[in-house]
Protein backbone atom coordinates (compact mmCIF):
# COMPACT_ATOMS: atom_id res chain seq x y z
CA UNK A 1 0.00 0.00 0.00
CA UNK A 2 1.49 3.53 -1.19
CA UNK A 3 1.34 5.90 1.86
CA UNK A 4 1.38 9.56 1.73
CA UNK A 5 4.69 11.19 0.39
CA UNK A 6 4.72 15.29 1.03
CA UNK A 7 7.70 17.85 0.80
CA UNK A 8 8.93 20.80 -0.43
CA UNK A 9 10.55 21.19 -3.24
CA UNK A 10 14.31 22.30 -3.28
CA UNK A 11 15.37 25.69 -4.83
CA UNK A 12 15.11 25.70 -8.29
CA UNK A 13 15.45 29.39 -9.53
CA UNK A 14 18.68 31.14 -9.35
CA UNK A 15 18.87 34.83 -9.69
CA UNK A 16 21.56 37.24 -10.38
CA UNK A 17 22.11 37.48 -6.65
CA UNK A 18 23.13 34.29 -6.20
CA UNK A 19 25.73 33.42 -3.91
CA UNK A 20 28.45 30.65 -3.44
CA UNK A 21 26.20 29.28 -0.35
CA UNK A 22 23.12 28.57 -2.68
CA UNK A 23 25.50 26.28 -4.74
CA UNK A 24 24.80 23.31 -2.93
CA UNK A 25 21.21 23.79 -3.04
CA UNK A 26 20.99 24.61 -6.88
CA UNK A 27 22.95 21.32 -7.62
CA UNK A 28 20.57 19.49 -5.62
CA UNK A 29 17.33 20.90 -7.60
CA UNK A 30 18.76 20.00 -10.63
CA UNK A 31 19.41 16.48 -9.54
CA UNK A 32 16.29 15.86 -8.06
CA UNK A 33 14.31 17.26 -11.80
CA UNK A 34 16.19 15.23 -13.55
CA UNK A 35 14.82 12.14 -11.30
CA UNK A 36 11.34 13.83 -11.15
CA UNK A 37 10.71 14.56 -7.46
CA UNK A 38 7.77 13.75 -6.02
CA UNK A 39 6.51 16.88 -3.85
CA UNK A 40 3.30 14.94 -2.78
CA UNK A 41 1.58 11.35 -3.37
CA UNK A 42 -1.16 10.11 -1.84
CA UNK A 43 -4.13 7.65 -2.62
CA UNK A 44 -5.50 8.14 0.76
CA UNK A 45 -5.36 4.80 2.27
CA UNK A 46 -4.37 6.48 5.55
CA UNK A 47 -7.50 8.33 5.59
CA UNK A 48 -5.41 12.11 5.42
CA UNK A 49 -6.79 14.13 3.35
CA UNK A 50 -5.39 17.13 5.35
CA UNK A 51 -3.83 18.22 2.38
CA UNK A 52 -7.16 19.46 0.83
CA UNK A 53 -9.47 22.20 1.13
CA UNK A 54 -12.55 23.66 -0.23
CA UNK A 55 -12.20 26.96 -2.12
CA UNK A 56 -13.39 29.27 0.84
CA UNK A 57 -15.96 30.15 3.18
CA UNK A 58 -18.59 30.41 0.38
CA UNK A 59 -17.40 26.88 -0.34
CA UNK A 60 -20.14 23.86 0.98
CA UNK A 61 -18.12 21.43 -0.03
CA UNK A 62 -17.08 18.74 2.54
CA UNK A 63 -13.92 16.85 2.53
CA UNK A 64 -13.14 13.34 4.03
CA UNK A 65 -11.95 9.98 3.46
CA UNK A 66 -13.91 7.28 2.24
CA UNK A 67 -13.94 3.59 1.47
CA UNK A 68 -17.49 4.34 -0.74
CA UNK A 69 -15.47 3.98 -3.99
CA UNK A 70 -11.35 3.76 -5.15
CA UNK A 71 -9.87 3.93 -8.22
CA UNK A 72 -6.87 1.58 -6.22
CA UNK A 73 -6.99 0.19 -2.74
CA UNK A 74 -10.25 0.76 -0.78
CA UNK A 75 -10.57 4.59 0.36
CA UNK A 76 -10.10 7.50 -1.54
CA UNK A 77 -10.99 11.43 -1.10
CA UNK A 78 -14.89 12.16 -0.64
CA UNK A 79 -16.01 15.94 -1.68
CA UNK A 80 -19.71 15.97 -0.49
CA UNK A 81 -21.97 19.19 -0.09
CA UNK A 82 -21.42 20.75 -3.11
CA UNK A 83 -23.69 23.43 -3.85
CA UNK A 84 -22.16 25.22 -6.43
CA UNK A 85 -20.33 24.12 -9.97
CA UNK A 86 -17.24 25.92 -8.75
CA UNK A 87 -17.24 24.15 -4.80
CA UNK A 88 -14.95 21.61 -5.05
CA UNK A 89 -11.92 20.48 -3.28
CA UNK A 90 -8.26 22.58 -3.77
CA UNK A 91 -5.02 21.89 -3.46
CA UNK A 92 -2.38 24.78 -3.24
CA UNK A 93 0.43 24.42 -4.60
CA UNK A 94 2.88 27.58 -3.42
CA UNK A 95 3.40 26.33 0.31
CA UNK A 96 4.81 23.20 -1.15
CA UNK A 97 5.99 23.92 -4.42
CA UNK A 98 8.65 26.64 -5.61
CA UNK A 99 8.21 29.41 -8.23
CA UNK A 100 9.53 29.34 -11.47
CA UNK A 101 9.55 25.13 -11.39
CA UNK A 102 6.90 23.08 -13.94
CA UNK A 103 5.02 20.45 -11.66
CA UNK A 104 2.98 17.45 -13.32
CA UNK A 105 -0.71 16.77 -11.44
CA UNK A 106 -2.01 13.82 -11.59
CA UNK A 107 -5.35 12.23 -10.49
CA UNK A 108 -8.15 10.11 -10.96
CA UNK A 109 -12.07 11.74 -10.48
CA UNK A 110 -15.24 10.12 -10.66
CA UNK A 111 -18.78 11.65 -9.61
CA UNK A 112 -21.13 9.87 -7.26
CA UNK A 113 -23.60 8.98 -10.51
CA UNK A 114 -22.02 10.35 -13.28
CA UNK A 115 -18.54 12.15 -13.71
CA UNK A 116 -18.98 15.83 -14.97
CA UNK A 117 -15.93 17.83 -13.56
CA UNK A 118 -12.90 19.77 -14.99
CA UNK A 119 -9.18 20.64 -12.83
CA UNK A 120 -8.82 24.05 -12.77
CA UNK A 121 -5.57 26.63 -11.84
CA UNK A 122 -6.47 29.74 -9.64
CA UNK A 123 -3.75 32.23 -8.35
CA UNK A 124 -4.11 35.88 -7.32
CA UNK A 125 -1.06 38.41 -8.94
CA UNK A 126 0.44 41.41 -7.35
CA UNK A 127 -2.51 43.17 -6.92
CA UNK A 128 -4.69 40.81 -5.15
CA UNK A 129 -6.69 39.77 -8.31
CA UNK A 130 -7.89 36.34 -8.81
CA UNK A 131 -7.07 34.62 -12.01
CA UNK A 132 -8.55 31.67 -13.09
CA UNK A 133 -8.12 28.85 -15.84
CA UNK A 134 -9.41 25.40 -16.95
CA UNK A 135 -6.35 23.08 -17.19
CA UNK A 136 -8.64 20.09 -18.06
CA UNK A 137 -12.31 20.35 -19.65
CA UNK A 138 -14.43 17.20 -19.84
CA UNK A 139 -14.02 15.16 -17.44
CA UNK A 140 -17.03 12.95 -18.32
CA UNK A 141 -17.97 9.33 -18.42
CA UNK A 142 -19.62 6.81 -16.05
CA UNK A 143 -16.55 5.63 -14.82
CA UNK A 144 -13.13 7.08 -13.26
CA UNK A 145 -11.49 9.29 -15.18
CA UNK A 146 -7.37 9.68 -15.66
CA UNK A 147 -5.76 13.10 -15.62
CA UNK A 148 -2.00 12.53 -16.06
CA UNK A 149 0.71 14.71 -16.32
CA UNK A 150 -0.69 18.20 -16.77
CA UNK A 151 1.86 20.55 -16.40
CA UNK A 152 1.45 23.71 -13.43
CA UNK A 153 3.51 26.22 -12.41
CA UNK A 154 3.72 29.65 -11.28
CA UNK A 155 5.80 32.29 -10.58
CA UNK A 156 7.24 34.88 -7.60
CA UNK A 157 4.80 37.34 -8.27
CA UNK A 158 1.52 34.88 -7.73
CA UNK A 159 0.25 33.72 -4.64
CA UNK A 160 -3.04 31.74 -3.18
CA UNK A 161 -1.95 29.25 -5.73
CA UNK A 162 -4.69 26.34 -6.06
CA UNK A 163 -5.12 23.49 -8.79
CA UNK A 164 -8.72 22.52 -7.83
CA UNK A 165 -11.68 20.14 -8.97
CA UNK A 166 -14.46 21.52 -10.28
CA UNK A 167 -18.01 21.07 -12.44
CA UNK A 168 -21.56 20.20 -11.42
CA UNK A 169 -22.43 20.02 -7.81
CA UNK A 170 -22.69 16.00 -7.88
CA UNK A 171 -20.50 13.98 -4.81
CA UNK A 172 -16.69 13.78 -6.24
CA UNK A 173 -14.43 11.32 -5.28
CA UNK A 174 -10.46 11.53 -6.25
CA UNK A 175 -8.00 9.08 -5.72
CA UNK A 176 -3.91 8.84 -6.32
CA UNK A 177 -2.97 12.62 -6.86
CA UNK A 178 0.40 13.41 -7.05
CA UNK A 179 2.41 17.20 -8.09
CA UNK A 180 5.84 15.47 -9.21
CA UNK A 181 8.58 17.70 -10.38
CA UNK A 182 9.00 18.08 -14.09
CA UNK A 183 12.75 16.19 -15.41
CA UNK A 184 14.62 18.42 -16.73
CA UNK A 185 15.30 18.22 -21.11
CA UNK A 186 17.85 19.34 -22.70
CA UNK A 187 17.36 20.98 -26.44
CA UNK A 188 19.24 20.69 -29.69
CA UNK A 189 21.97 23.15 -30.02
CA UNK A 190 23.19 21.71 -32.81
CA UNK A 191 20.56 22.92 -35.05
CA UNK A 192 20.53 26.70 -36.78
CA UNK A 193 18.87 29.25 -34.82
CA UNK A 194 15.77 30.45 -36.46
CA UNK A 195 16.14 33.84 -35.60
CA UNK A 196 19.75 34.36 -37.03
CA UNK A 197 18.74 32.42 -40.01
CA UNK A 198 16.40 34.87 -40.97
CA UNK A 199 17.70 38.06 -39.35
CA UNK A 200 18.34 39.48 -42.79
CA UNK A 201 14.85 39.04 -43.33
CA UNK A 202 12.35 39.64 -40.43
CA UNK A 203 11.96 39.52 -36.66
CA UNK A 204 11.18 35.83 -35.29
CA UNK A 205 9.10 35.71 -32.87
CA UNK A 206 6.88 33.27 -30.35
CA UNK A 207 4.05 33.99 -28.12
CA UNK A 208 4.94 33.22 -24.47
CA UNK A 209 2.60 33.27 -21.02
CA UNK A 210 3.80 32.86 -17.22
CA UNK A 211 4.00 29.33 -17.15
CA UNK A 212 6.25 28.86 -19.96
CA UNK A 213 9.10 30.92 -17.83
CA UNK A 214 8.99 28.02 -15.67
CA UNK A 215 10.22 25.59 -18.29
CA UNK A 216 13.69 25.71 -18.93
CA UNK A 217 13.52 23.95 -22.39
CA UNK A 218 10.94 25.60 -23.50
CA UNK A 219 12.80 29.39 -22.11
CA UNK A 220 15.84 27.72 -23.73
CA UNK A 221 14.01 27.49 -26.99
CA UNK A 222 13.00 31.11 -26.74
CA UNK A 223 16.73 32.33 -26.24
CA UNK A 224 17.56 30.36 -29.46
CA UNK A 225 14.72 30.72 -31.32
CA UNK A 226 12.33 32.98 -31.10
CA UNK A 227 14.03 35.93 -29.22
CA UNK A 228 13.45 38.74 -32.14
CA UNK A 229 10.17 39.12 -30.80
CA UNK A 230 7.43 38.24 -27.64
CA UNK A 231 4.07 38.91 -27.71
CA UNK A 232 2.52 37.96 -24.49
CA UNK A 233 -0.60 35.49 -24.74
CA UNK A 234 -3.07 36.57 -22.61
CA UNK A 235 -2.19 38.72 -19.86
CA UNK A 236 -1.90 42.09 -21.82
CA UNK A 237 -5.52 41.47 -23.34
CA UNK A 238 -8.47 43.58 -22.05
CA UNK A 239 -9.96 41.16 -19.43
CA UNK A 240 -6.67 40.54 -17.82
CA UNK A 241 -5.53 44.67 -17.67
CA UNK A 242 -9.13 46.40 -16.58
CA UNK A 243 -9.17 45.94 -12.95
CA UNK A 244 -13.10 45.30 -12.28
CA UNK A 245 -12.35 46.15 -8.52
CA UNK A 246 -10.42 49.30 -9.03
CA UNK A 247 -12.82 50.62 -11.33
CA UNK A 248 -15.54 50.30 -9.35
CA UNK A 249 -13.97 51.63 -6.63
CA UNK A 250 -12.93 55.19 -8.56
CA UNK A 251 -17.02 55.32 -9.38
CA UNK A 252 -17.77 55.12 -5.76
CA UNK A 253 -14.94 58.13 -4.85
CA UNK A 254 -15.05 60.26 -8.14
CA UNK A 255 -18.66 59.84 -9.26
CA UNK A 256 -16.68 59.51 -12.66
CA UNK A 257 -17.30 56.05 -14.77
CA UNK A 258 -15.37 56.89 -18.17
CA UNK A 259 -11.76 56.88 -16.99
CA UNK A 260 -11.13 52.82 -16.52
CA UNK A 261 -8.53 51.30 -14.18
CA UNK A 262 -6.23 48.87 -15.18
CA UNK A 263 -3.20 47.09 -14.13
CA UNK A 264 -0.16 45.15 -15.71
CA UNK A 265 0.21 42.74 -12.87
CA UNK A 266 -0.73 39.54 -14.67
CA UNK A 267 1.75 40.42 -17.61
CA UNK A 268 4.85 41.67 -15.33
CA UNK A 269 6.59 38.16 -15.26
CA UNK A 270 7.13 37.59 -18.83
CA UNK A 271 7.03 41.99 -19.13
CA UNK A 272 10.53 41.63 -16.77
CA UNK A 273 11.88 38.46 -18.59
CA UNK A 274 11.72 40.61 -21.70
CA UNK A 275 13.29 43.89 -20.39
CA UNK A 276 15.89 41.64 -18.28
CA UNK A 277 16.76 40.45 -21.99
CA UNK A 278 16.22 43.15 -24.21
CA UNK A 279 13.39 41.56 -26.31
CA UNK A 280 10.60 43.37 -28.52
CA UNK A 281 7.37 43.26 -27.46
CA UNK A 282 4.19 42.92 -29.76
CA UNK A 283 1.42 44.37 -27.81
CA UNK A 284 -1.46 42.05 -27.93
CA UNK A 285 -4.12 43.37 -27.84
CA UNK A 286 -6.66 46.96 -26.87
CA UNK A 287 -10.16 46.46 -28.87
CA UNK A 288 -10.65 43.23 -29.41
CA UNK A 289 -14.54 41.48 -29.01
CA UNK A 290 -13.40 38.45 -27.23
CA UNK A 291 -11.77 38.51 -23.52
CA UNK A 292 -13.18 41.97 -23.01
CA UNK A 293 -15.25 41.61 -20.01
CA UNK A 294 -19.06 42.79 -20.51
CA UNK A 295 -19.64 45.04 -17.58
CA UNK A 296 -16.60 47.29 -19.28
CA UNK A 297 -19.39 48.58 -21.48
CA UNK A 298 -22.24 48.64 -18.60
CA UNK A 299 -23.21 52.15 -16.75
CA UNK A 300 -21.19 52.13 -13.69
CA UNK A 301 -19.39 49.04 -14.93
CA UNK A 302 -21.67 46.81 -13.23
CA UNK A 303 -22.31 43.51 -14.31
CA UNK A 304 -26.44 43.96 -14.87
CA UNK A 305 -26.12 47.54 -15.66
CA UNK A 306 -27.35 49.08 -18.94
CA UNK A 307 -25.15 49.33 -22.05
CA UNK A 308 -23.45 52.92 -22.22
CA UNK A 309 -24.27 55.29 -25.12
CA UNK A 310 -21.30 55.77 -27.68
CA UNK A 311 -20.67 59.11 -26.82
CA UNK A 312 -19.64 57.22 -23.35
CA UNK A 313 -17.67 54.62 -24.84
CA UNK A 314 -15.65 56.65 -26.60
CA UNK A 315 -14.66 58.62 -23.57
CA UNK A 316 -13.92 55.26 -21.89
CA UNK A 317 -11.75 54.25 -24.81
CA UNK A 318 -9.36 56.80 -25.06
CA UNK A 319 -8.67 56.78 -21.35
CA UNK A 320 -8.47 53.46 -21.36
CA UNK A 321 -5.88 53.26 -24.35
CA UNK A 322 -4.23 56.55 -22.62
CA UNK A 323 -3.73 54.38 -19.25
CA UNK A 324 -2.52 51.32 -20.92
CA UNK A 325 0.09 52.96 -23.38
CA UNK A 326 1.23 55.49 -20.14
CA UNK A 327 0.76 52.74 -17.46
CA UNK A 328 3.04 50.46 -19.74
CA UNK A 329 5.91 52.60 -20.75
CA UNK A 330 5.97 54.24 -17.05
CA UNK A 331 6.56 50.63 -16.39
CA UNK A 332 9.00 49.32 -18.51
CA UNK A 333 10.77 53.05 -20.26
CA UNK A 334 13.50 50.83 -21.85
CA UNK A 335 11.33 47.99 -23.42
CA UNK A 336 10.85 47.97 -27.15
CA UNK A 337 6.95 47.90 -27.63
CA UNK A 338 7.70 48.42 -31.80
CA UNK A 339 4.07 46.98 -32.37
CA UNK A 340 0.27 46.60 -31.36
CA UNK A 341 -2.70 45.13 -32.58
CA UNK A 342 -4.78 47.98 -31.69
CA UNK A 343 -8.37 45.86 -33.39
CA UNK A 344 -8.35 42.75 -33.47
CA UNK A 345 -11.10 40.25 -35.34
CA UNK A 346 -13.57 42.96 -36.06
CA UNK A 347 -14.87 41.63 -39.15
CA UNK A 348 -16.70 38.36 -39.89
CA UNK A 349 -15.65 36.33 -42.74
CA UNK A 350 -18.83 37.67 -45.05
CA UNK A 351 -16.61 40.47 -44.41
CA UNK A 352 -19.13 42.08 -42.02
CA UNK A 353 -19.18 43.24 -38.98
CA UNK A 354 -19.80 41.14 -35.97
CA UNK A 355 -23.51 40.59 -34.57
CA UNK A 356 -23.93 42.73 -31.17
CA UNK A 357 -24.49 40.84 -28.00
CA UNK A 358 -22.56 39.98 -25.06
CA UNK A 359 -19.67 37.98 -24.47
CA UNK A 360 -20.84 35.92 -21.34
CA UNK A 361 -18.70 34.54 -19.28
CA UNK A 362 -18.15 31.30 -21.96
CA UNK A 363 -17.34 33.53 -24.84
CA UNK A 364 -19.46 34.36 -27.90
CA UNK A 365 -18.75 35.72 -31.14
CA UNK A 366 -21.16 38.48 -30.89
CA UNK A 367 -19.21 42.19 -30.09
CA UNK A 368 -20.23 44.55 -27.46
CA UNK A 369 -18.59 46.81 -29.31
CA UNK A 370 -21.06 46.52 -32.00
CA UNK A 371 -23.68 46.37 -29.21
CA UNK A 372 -22.68 50.43 -28.45
CA UNK A 373 -21.88 51.46 -31.72
CA UNK A 374 -23.98 49.64 -34.26
CA UNK A 375 -21.30 48.87 -36.34
CA UNK A 376 -17.85 48.77 -36.43
CA UNK A 377 -17.28 52.69 -36.55
CA UNK A 378 -15.65 52.44 -33.40
CA UNK A 379 -12.30 50.76 -35.22
CA UNK A 380 -11.13 54.57 -36.61
CA UNK A 381 -11.56 56.02 -33.00
CA UNK A 382 -8.97 53.52 -31.54
CA UNK A 383 -6.54 54.01 -34.08
CA UNK A 384 -6.74 57.79 -33.59
CA UNK A 385 -6.41 57.56 -29.75
CA UNK A 386 -3.25 54.58 -30.63
CA UNK A 387 -1.77 57.14 -32.68
CA UNK A 388 -2.22 59.36 -30.20
CA UNK A 389 -0.88 57.65 -27.27
CA UNK A 390 1.24 54.79 -28.27
CA UNK A 391 5.04 55.10 -27.55
CA UNK A 392 7.35 56.37 -29.92
CA UNK A 393 8.40 53.69 -32.74
CA UNK A 394 5.25 51.65 -32.17
CA UNK A 395 3.58 50.93 -35.25
CA UNK A 396 0.00 50.28 -35.21
CA UNK A 397 -1.72 47.08 -36.69
CA UNK A 398 -5.47 45.41 -37.63
CA UNK A 399 -4.58 42.18 -36.58
CA UNK A 400 -7.47 39.14 -37.72
CA UNK A 401 -8.07 35.08 -38.67
CA UNK A 402 -8.82 33.79 -41.60
CA UNK A 403 -7.50 36.87 -43.35
CA UNK A 404 -7.27 34.87 -46.37
CA UNK A 405 -10.64 34.44 -47.25
CA UNK A 406 -12.23 36.94 -49.71
CA UNK A 407 -15.13 38.65 -48.04
CA UNK A 408 -12.92 39.25 -44.94
CA UNK A 409 -10.10 40.03 -47.15
CA UNK A 410 -11.45 42.76 -48.83
CA UNK A 411 -13.01 44.43 -45.76
CA UNK A 412 -9.85 44.58 -44.01
CA UNK A 413 -8.34 45.82 -47.27
CA UNK A 414 -10.86 48.60 -47.60
CA UNK A 415 -10.17 49.35 -43.66
CA UNK A 416 -7.00 49.50 -44.19
CA UNK A 417 -6.75 51.96 -47.03
CA UNK A 418 -9.22 54.35 -45.60
CA UNK A 419 -7.08 54.35 -42.06
CA UNK A 420 -3.66 54.85 -43.75
CA UNK A 421 -5.13 57.61 -46.01
CA UNK A 422 -5.98 59.73 -42.46
CA UNK A 423 -2.05 58.36 -40.93
CA UNK A 424 -3.11 56.17 -38.11
CA UNK A 425 -2.24 52.38 -39.42
CA UNK A 426 0.81 51.32 -40.43
CA UNK A 427 -0.14 47.51 -40.73
CA UNK A 428 -1.69 44.86 -41.00
CA UNK A 429 -1.11 41.50 -39.09
CA UNK A 430 -2.52 38.22 -40.55
CA UNK A 431 -2.57 35.34 -37.80
CA UNK A 432 -1.98 32.62 -40.15
CA UNK A 433 -3.67 29.73 -38.21
CA UNK A 434 -4.10 26.88 -40.70
CA UNK A 435 -4.63 23.93 -41.46
CA UNK A 436 -2.24 21.28 -42.85
CA UNK A 437 -4.84 18.52 -42.52
CA UNK A 438 -3.96 15.12 -44.26
CA UNK A 439 -2.03 16.29 -47.81
CA UNK A 440 -1.10 19.07 -49.50
CA UNK A 441 -4.54 19.07 -51.94
CA UNK A 442 -6.74 18.98 -48.18
CA UNK A 443 -4.95 21.99 -46.68
CA UNK A 444 -6.78 24.92 -45.78
CA UNK A 445 -5.97 27.35 -47.07
CA UNK A 446 -3.75 26.24 -49.67
CA UNK A 447 -0.34 28.05 -49.93
CA UNK A 448 -1.76 29.25 -53.47
CA UNK A 449 -4.62 30.82 -51.36
CA UNK A 450 -1.86 32.13 -48.46
CA UNK A 451 0.15 33.43 -50.94
CA UNK A 452 -2.56 35.37 -52.88
CA UNK A 453 -3.50 37.01 -49.30
CA UNK A 454 -0.29 38.39 -49.35
CA UNK A 455 -0.07 39.36 -52.57
CA UNK A 456 -3.07 41.85 -51.95
CA UNK A 457 -2.23 42.90 -48.52
CA UNK A 458 1.75 43.85 -49.90
CA UNK A 459 -0.72 46.00 -52.89
CA UNK A 460 -1.76 48.28 -50.15
CA UNK A 461 1.83 49.56 -49.13
CA UNK A 462 1.60 48.74 -45.34
CA UNK A 463 3.87 46.75 -43.31
CA UNK A 464 2.80 42.84 -42.72
CA UNK A 465 3.14 40.59 -39.78
CA UNK A 466 2.27 37.30 -39.50
CA UNK A 467 1.40 37.11 -36.03
CA UNK A 468 0.42 34.02 -34.61
CA UNK A 469 1.27 31.14 -37.08
CA UNK A 470 0.88 27.75 -36.81
CA UNK A 471 -0.50 24.94 -38.43
CA UNK A 472 -2.42 21.93 -37.42
CA UNK A 473 -2.56 18.20 -38.37
CA UNK A 474 -5.46 15.51 -37.70
CA UNK A 475 -6.13 15.05 -34.23
CA UNK A 476 -3.86 13.11 -32.09
CA UNK A 477 -2.52 11.94 -35.38
CA UNK A 478 1.22 10.56 -33.74
CA UNK A 479 3.79 11.73 -36.41
CA UNK A 480 1.42 10.34 -39.02
CA UNK A 481 1.37 12.93 -40.81
CA UNK A 482 4.29 15.27 -39.80
CA UNK A 483 5.70 15.10 -43.87
CA UNK A 484 2.50 16.40 -44.97
CA UNK A 485 2.84 19.40 -42.11
CA UNK A 486 6.48 20.24 -43.39
CA UNK A 487 5.62 20.27 -46.57
CA UNK A 488 2.80 22.70 -45.60
CA UNK A 489 5.01 24.89 -44.11
CA UNK A 490 7.64 24.98 -46.74
CA UNK A 491 5.35 26.40 -48.96
CA UNK A 492 3.67 28.71 -46.22
CA UNK A 493 7.22 29.71 -45.86
CA UNK A 494 8.63 30.34 -49.08
CA UNK A 495 5.46 32.78 -49.53
CA UNK A 496 6.09 34.18 -46.76
CA UNK A 497 9.95 34.57 -48.27
CA UNK A 498 8.92 35.80 -51.45
CA UNK A 499 6.85 38.77 -49.60
CA UNK A 500 10.00 39.56 -47.03
CA UNK A 501 10.24 42.89 -48.37
CA UNK A 502 6.79 44.00 -47.17
CA UNK A 503 6.69 41.60 -43.94
CA UNK A 504 8.58 42.96 -40.50
CA UNK A 505 8.03 39.98 -38.20
CA UNK A 506 7.24 36.36 -38.17
CA UNK A 507 5.66 35.27 -34.42
CA UNK A 508 4.78 31.56 -34.08
CA UNK A 509 1.70 30.93 -31.74
CA UNK A 510 3.58 29.06 -29.24
CA UNK A 511 7.02 27.15 -28.53
CA UNK A 512 6.39 23.27 -28.60
CA UNK A 513 2.94 21.42 -29.36
CA UNK A 514 2.40 20.36 -26.22
CA UNK A 515 1.41 23.67 -24.54
CA UNK A 516 -0.03 25.19 -27.43
CA UNK A 517 -3.63 26.11 -28.01
CA UNK A 518 -4.03 23.16 -30.33
CA UNK A 519 -2.09 20.67 -28.50
CA UNK A 520 -3.81 17.65 -29.62
CA UNK A 521 -3.36 18.90 -33.36
CA UNK A 522 0.39 19.36 -32.91
CA UNK A 523 0.60 22.82 -34.99
CA UNK A 524 4.28 23.88 -34.38
CA UNK A 525 7.75 23.34 -35.40
CA UNK A 526 8.86 21.69 -31.95
CA UNK A 527 7.25 18.55 -30.31
CA UNK A 528 6.30 18.04 -27.10
CA UNK A 529 9.65 16.86 -26.42
CA UNK A 530 11.09 19.68 -27.11
CA UNK A 531 12.72 18.33 -30.52
CA UNK A 532 12.76 19.95 -33.98
CA UNK A 533 9.86 18.36 -36.00
CA UNK A 534 10.62 17.90 -39.56
CA UNK A 535 8.75 21.34 -40.48
CA UNK A 536 11.69 22.99 -38.79
CA UNK A 537 13.99 20.73 -40.72
CA UNK A 538 12.01 22.14 -43.77
CA UNK A 539 11.57 25.83 -43.24
CA UNK A 540 15.81 25.97 -42.58
CA UNK A 541 17.12 23.43 -44.96
CA UNK A 542 20.10 24.15 -46.57
CA UNK A 543 20.83 26.76 -44.18
CA UNK A 544 24.09 26.76 -42.42
CA UNK A 545 24.54 26.41 -38.49
CA UNK A 546 26.67 30.05 -37.52
CA UNK A 547 27.58 31.24 -34.33
CA UNK A 548 28.33 34.59 -33.43
CA UNK A 549 31.94 35.26 -33.39
CA UNK A 550 33.72 35.40 -30.34
CA UNK A 551 35.01 38.48 -28.53
CA UNK A 552 38.64 37.92 -28.48
CA UNK A 553 41.93 39.68 -26.66
CA UNK A 554 45.48 39.22 -26.78
CA UNK A 555 46.39 36.04 -24.33
CA UNK A 556 48.59 37.32 -21.73
CA UNK A 557 52.12 36.10 -20.68
CA UNK A 558 50.39 35.20 -17.27
CA UNK A 559 47.87 32.70 -18.75
CA UNK A 560 48.16 28.90 -17.65
CA UNK A 561 45.45 27.87 -19.79
CA UNK A 562 47.57 27.28 -22.99
CA UNK A 563 47.28 27.84 -26.70
CA UNK A 564 43.58 27.67 -27.05
CA UNK A 565 41.11 28.61 -29.89
CA UNK A 566 39.32 32.35 -29.79
CA UNK A 567 37.23 32.26 -26.46
CA UNK A 568 33.99 33.69 -26.28
CA UNK A 569 34.25 35.03 -22.84
CA UNK A 570 32.14 34.02 -19.94
CA UNK A 571 30.83 30.99 -21.80
CA UNK A 572 31.95 28.48 -19.19
CA UNK A 573 29.39 25.44 -20.18
CA UNK A 574 30.69 25.93 -23.76
CA UNK A 575 27.30 26.79 -25.51
CA UNK A 576 28.54 29.00 -27.84
CA UNK A 577 25.74 31.87 -25.35
CA UNK A 578 26.12 33.63 -22.18
CA UNK A 579 23.78 33.28 -19.67
CA UNK A 580 23.42 32.85 -15.73
CA UNK A 581 23.94 29.10 -16.43
CA UNK A 582 27.50 30.09 -16.65
CA UNK A 583 27.54 31.89 -13.58
CA UNK A 584 26.02 28.49 -11.98
CA UNK A 585 28.82 26.40 -13.30
CA UNK A 586 31.30 29.24 -12.43
CA UNK A 587 30.15 29.08 -8.60
CA UNK A 588 30.15 25.24 -8.59
CA UNK A 589 33.65 25.25 -9.59
CA UNK A 590 34.51 27.46 -7.40
CA UNK A 591 32.43 25.77 -4.61
CA UNK A 592 34.00 21.96 -5.26
CA UNK A 593 36.27 22.04 -8.03
CA UNK A 594 37.42 18.20 -7.79
CA UNK A 595 33.33 17.03 -8.57
CA UNK A 596 32.35 20.14 -10.89
CA UNK A 597 35.76 19.85 -12.96
CA UNK A 598 36.00 22.44 -16.02
CA UNK A 599 37.46 21.77 -19.40
CA UNK A 600 40.86 23.38 -19.96
CA UNK A 601 37.89 25.36 -23.11
CA UNK A 602 35.59 26.40 -20.48
CA UNK A 603 38.70 27.68 -18.06
CA UNK A 604 39.68 29.98 -20.59
CA UNK A 605 36.24 31.31 -21.39
CA UNK A 606 35.57 31.52 -18.10
CA UNK A 607 38.49 33.50 -16.67
CA UNK A 608 37.09 36.71 -17.06
CA UNK A 609 38.15 38.85 -13.73
CA UNK A 610 41.34 39.96 -13.91
CA UNK A 611 42.24 37.59 -16.82
CA UNK A 612 45.18 34.75 -16.11
CA UNK A 613 44.81 34.05 -12.10
CA UNK A 614 42.67 31.46 -12.71
CA UNK A 615 38.75 30.85 -11.87
CA UNK A 616 37.04 31.73 -9.09
CA UNK A 617 33.81 33.89 -7.50
CA UNK A 618 34.77 37.64 -8.91
CA UNK A 619 34.37 35.87 -12.69
CA UNK A 620 31.00 34.60 -11.26
CA UNK A 621 30.28 38.05 -10.64
CA UNK A 622 32.09 39.38 -13.90
CA UNK A 623 29.64 37.87 -15.63
CA UNK A 624 26.71 38.41 -13.14
CA UNK A 625 27.54 42.40 -14.09
CA UNK A 626 28.03 41.74 -17.76
CA UNK A 627 24.26 40.00 -17.80
CA UNK A 628 22.57 42.61 -15.87
CA UNK A 629 24.01 45.61 -17.92
CA UNK A 630 26.48 46.80 -15.35
CA UNK A 631 29.08 46.57 -17.85
CA UNK A 632 29.44 46.14 -21.45
CA UNK A 633 32.01 43.58 -22.47
CA UNK A 634 33.89 40.60 -21.07
CA UNK A 635 36.55 40.32 -19.37
CA UNK A 636 36.15 42.64 -16.78
CA UNK A 637 39.17 45.22 -16.68
Known sequence: MRGLFFRRAG?????????????????MAEESASQGNVIYSSDFEDGDVSAFTNRGENDTTELSASTEAAASGTTSLLAS?????????????????????????????KGRYYTNAMLSFQYNDADGVTHYSNLVQNLS??????????????????????????????????????????????????????????????????????SDLSSKPTMDLVEKHFSGSITVGNEMKPDSVLNHDACLAYVEETGDDTVP??????????????QKNNIPVRVHTLVWHSQTPDWFFKEGYATDGEWVSSEKMLKRMENYIKAYFETLTE??????????????????????PRDPGEQGSSGSAKS???????????IEPAFTYARKYAPEGCKLYYNDYNEYMDGKMNAIVAMAEDLKAKGLIDGIGMQSHLDARQSLDAAFPSVNMYNRALDTYAATGLDIQ???????????????????????????????????DNISAVVLWGIADDASWRASQQPLLFGG???????????????????????????????????????????????????????????????????????AEAMNNADVFNRGDGVNSSDAVAVQKYLAKLINALPEV
Open 529 to 599: DYMAKPAFYAITDGIEVTTKEPTTVPKTETTTIGDLPDVLFGDADCNESVNVNDVVVIMCYTADPDNNKLS
Open 141 to 210: GSDWMSVENVKVSFTEDMTDVYVYFEGGTDDIFIDDFSVVEVPTVEIEKDIVSLKDAFANDFKIGTAITP
Open 368 to 378: AWVQVFGDNSF
Open 81 to 109: GRSKEWNGPAFRLDVVCEPYTEYYVSAKI
Open 466 to 500: ITELDATIPENSGDQYYDVQADYYKGIWDSILAHK
Open 331 to 352: LYPDVDFYACDVVNEAWTESGT
Open 261 to 274: QISFSAAKPVLNYC
Open 11 to 27: SGIIGLSLLAAAVPTIS
